[in-house]
């Protein structure tokens, strides 16, 4: 499959299409059960280590007849100065060779002999610093690369999952915008800038994110990837990144010099602290599910077959939808996966990690990687799409499945239930959700207001996306509206609201956020939802110019208000834990559903969150969303109320007036009062 198709697959199918569903046979396919045997190697010198005796290479490449080591000055074009026949280790199946010095500031390439056939040349697939374009892996002294204050740098300590913030952004759209007023355009450096307005004097950057009041970014691909032609910058290449290259390496284009191997390791250590400094954890999108190429990626050139999972007859099997699938529960595979976040989290001080086509990987691989994690830092985020693209030789009940979440620790999938059900479905655009007014919704918007966990009064047999209580705990959910993937929040109701006004539109947004941002999980937003930010209508922009995917921040002033209630509703989850509670039996003890004749009321729901759920202060709290295009007439309980979201506005004080007896909802909006 071609680059373009592969790419466009990627982003056509990451969005929750493929499910249990499918039905797989066997755990490992005919072809498959050769590698079982393999001899496997997990110590911590593959593939380069410099210490005062020199610098010293390991290979891991079983079935190879012999293996070379060049050595380069350059990290494109030119000779290798010196080539090196490396010694085999059949007892874990690696090839080593030293050399009696270091050799900082050098560049090298491995090259295997398989079946009688060389191999072309690879950096291996353990290079954490290359060159520009990735080709050569680079031998740097990470000391040199450490700003300062490096070794007390830490970020914010997470007691629960569910205190968590998640905002979803990427380098470009961040801050390419001439209205960002940020000097390093598309770079980490960007969020490394403080101080930066738009051409309206409004805080944009860092600034912008701490204004906001998340506790997380999300970044969309920072490590190596392979779209972006580095020696060719000034073509301003576009790509969201999910086309693995080098996993443990960052991504050039995002630094000011991609020909400086150094650099960009640097820079992105920067970005980390400046984060981490202003109080906001890092997260990592990380794509171990595929690689960018089937027989040319690097996997494939130090051992062929191994990585990948294949059909009976060898044919690549395609659950990312990409061409290939990694195979992760393989033994070499699995201690891969695990020792890459171990080092983005030791050496770059990451906080978490959204996978990308999670359910590729088996679940016991998912459950050693956040418990690995755990060890380096107990705060570490761990969540992913519990879905496929594509069907594949892992059995069902050993994908990491959303349905299988409950066999996972300290792992999260996103709920496709309420983003569905609140906006409509994300595959059609003209779809209406309950926050649009389309009837019928309602028990799957309940699915997500309890964070898919068992409760005694949501039918799960009415649910549009899932029929069972999947999660055993609020902390295994990720609840959205919008992502990087399918149309904009914005762009899904101008789809699905033709005839409306932007600002009927906005009302709409602010409701379906209301419900993301007050539901039990992990609420996680998309950067620019809070100034209403629009991709011109296109879905799939995974490759398209920054005219189409840069945040206009003109829009934050245009659009103030929306921003105002957005950074609100993020002070009233912080400040009230009752929308935050952190076991299942919390949520039944505590949260009760108000009964409502669907049929007659639609697109109506009202709780309660009773007895200071979870220690709040608040010793009740009244919901009630109304996503009709009608104000809806409800009865509160008897006494006397304090409203801290009404008509539009949030005030996490409680300030926006007293109610009692009967009160007016307004259309397509939330109703939250306290007392």
């Not at 059960?33 to 380069?48: M, S």
């Not at 520009?132 to 007691?159: C, H, L, M, S, Y």
Request: glycine fraction near 8%; charged fraction near 25%; include cysteine.
């Amino acid at each position: 499959m071609n680059k373009t198709m592969t790419l466009l697959s990627t982003a056509l199918l990451m969005a929750g299409v493929v499910t249990s569903c499918q039905k797989a046979t066997t755990a490992r396919s005919a072809y498959d059960k050769q590698f079982e045997n393999y001899p496997t190697y997990n110590g911590d010198d593959l593939e380069l280590t410099v210490d005062n005796k020199g610098t010293h290479f390991r290979l891991w490449s079983p079935k190879a007849e012999e293996v070379i080591l060049n050595l380069y000055d350059t990290e494109l074009n030119g000779e290798p100065y010196k080539t090196i026949s490396m010694t085999a280790d059949p007892n874990n199946g690696t090839w080593t060779a030293s050399e009696a010095e270091q050799l900082y500031g050098k560049y090298y390439t491995f090259k295997v002999k398989h079946d009688g056939k060389w191999l072309a040349e690879t950096p291996g697939v353990w290079a954490k610093a290359v060159g520009a374009n990735g080709k050569r892996a680079a031998i740097i002294d990470f000391a040199q690369t450490n700003p300062e204050g490096w070794d007390q740098d830490k970020g914010p300590e997470v007691k629960n999952f569910t205190d968590v913030i998640v905002y979803e952004m990427h380098h470009r759209d961040f801050s390419m915008s001439p209205t960002s007023g940020i000097a390093n355009k598309g770079k980490f450096l960007a969020l490394t800038e403080e101080g930066t307005t738009s051409p309206d004097g409004e805080k944009t950057g860092i600034d912008h994110l701490k204004e906001l009041g998340v506790t997380h970014v999300h970044i969309l691909p920072s490590y190596d990837y392979n779209s972006v032609d580095e020696t060719n910058l000034q073509n301003n290449t576009y790509n969201w990144g999910y086309d693995p290259q080098n996993y443990n390496a960052p991504e050039g284009s995002y630094s000011t010099n991609p020909s400086n191997p150094t650099t960009r390791v640097k820079e992105m250590k920067e970005m980390v602290k400046a984060l981490h400094d202003a109080g906001i954890g890092v997260i990592m999108d990380v794509v171990y599910n595929h690689t960018a190429e089937n027989d040319g990626s690097n996997f494939e050139l130090t051992a062929p077959g191994y990585y990948h999972r294949h059909w009976d007859d060898g044919r690549y099997s395609d659950a990312s939808g990409c061409g290939n699938e990694t195979a992760s529960d393989l033994q070499q595979m699995r201690d891969y996966i695990i020792n890459s976040v171990k080092y983005w989290a030791d050496e770059y001080h990451i906080d978490g990690f959204r996978f990308d086509l999670m359910a590729i990987h088996d679940t016991e691989t998912m459950n050693q990687v956040a418990a690995e994690l755990k060890k380096i830092n107990p705060s570490i985020f761990v969540y992913g799409e519990g879905w496929t693209a594509g069907d594949s030789p892992l059995p069902v009940e050993q994908r990491a499945l959303k349905e299988n979440v409950a066999k996972m620790t300290d792992i999260a999938v996103f709920s496709d239930d309420l983003r569905d059900a609140v906006k409509g479905h994300y595959s059609n655009a003209e779809d209406r959700g309950f926050a649009t007014g389309k009837p019928g919704n309602e028990e799957t918007v309940k699915i997500g207001i309890v964070a898919a966990t068992d409760h005694p009064q949501v039918d799960y047999s009415k649910g549009n996306n899932s029929k069972f209580p999947y999660a055993t705990s609020p902390e295994m959910i990720v609840n959205y509206v919008s992502c990087h993937d399918d149309l904009t929040l914005t762009d899904k109701l101008r789809k699905s609201m033709p005839d409306a006004t932007d600002e009927e539109r906005m009302a709409a947004a602010k409701l379906a956020q209301t419900i993301v941002l007050t539901s039990q999980g992990t609420p996680f937003i998309f950067a620019g939802e809070e100034i209403f930010r629009d991709k011109k209508g296109v879905h799939n922009s995974y490759q398209s110019p920054d005219s189409i995917n840069a945040i206009d921040w003109h829009l934050k002033s245009a659009n103030r208000d929306q921003m105002d209630y957005y950074k609100g509703l993020i002070a009233l989850r912080k400040e009230h834990p009752a929308f935050r509670m952190t076991t299942a039996d919390q949520i039944a003890k505590h949260l009760v559903f108000d009964k409502i004749d669907s049929e007659n009321t639609p697109n109506l729901i009202s709780y309660t969150l009773k007895d200071s759920a979870n220690g709040d202060s608040w010793s009740e709290i009244k919901v009630i969303f109304n996503g009709s295009g009608e104000a809806r007439t409800v009865e509160l309980p008897e006494g006397t109320w304090e409203a801290a979201v009404k008509d539009g506005k949030v005030d996490p004080n409680a300030s926006l007036g007293t109610l009692s007896g009967s009160v007016t909802v307004a259309p397509r909006s939330a109703l939250i009062v306290k007392r």
